[in-house]
């Protein structure tokens, strides 16, 4: 009769020890997992200033601000200082930049890395848009000051 009792003591006991330890994994588990910050969907992010796609996109975006200044030179990217993009439909390029303006007067047909950079510095920042779809780079907005 006492091992009866040992045994139904002992089973009864089971329920208990089994529900501790499924609290213990279920706590682990809690434990693992941990909020952590994601950025939505077509937010900005920082990209590094020297990589080659934000060389390329830069460059673009002087090439087209060549196109619409109103000086007489070719100005020449110097520096990429900050980049910036956001992923939506398209992708848009924030960028901050200095260019340098060029001895190169735009009368001529050259090769503007054959150029000399003459004195005049600015310090501009660049919006541009590129569409997947027509795999074309768009300067949306540009600001430049000395």
Known sequence: ???IKKILLFFSLMPVFVLSESDQ????VIEEIKPRYIKPVGAPFRMDPNSPEIQ???NNAVAEY?????????FILLNVTSAEAQVTNTITYKL???IGRSKCKKSE???LKAC???KKRLNCHFEIQFHPS???NALIDSKCKK
């Not at 994994?25 to 682990?28: A, K, L, P």
């Open 1 to 3: 009769m006492a091992f």
């Open 109 to 111: 047909d050259i090769n």
């Open 25 to 28: 994994i279920v706590e682990d």
């Open 116 to 118: 000399a950079l003459g």
């Open 134 to 136: 027509k795999n074309k």
């Open 56 to 58: 390329n996109v830069a």
């Open 66 to 74: 060549n196109k619409i200044s109103r000086g007489k030179n070719y």
């Open 96 to 98: 901050n930049a200095e």
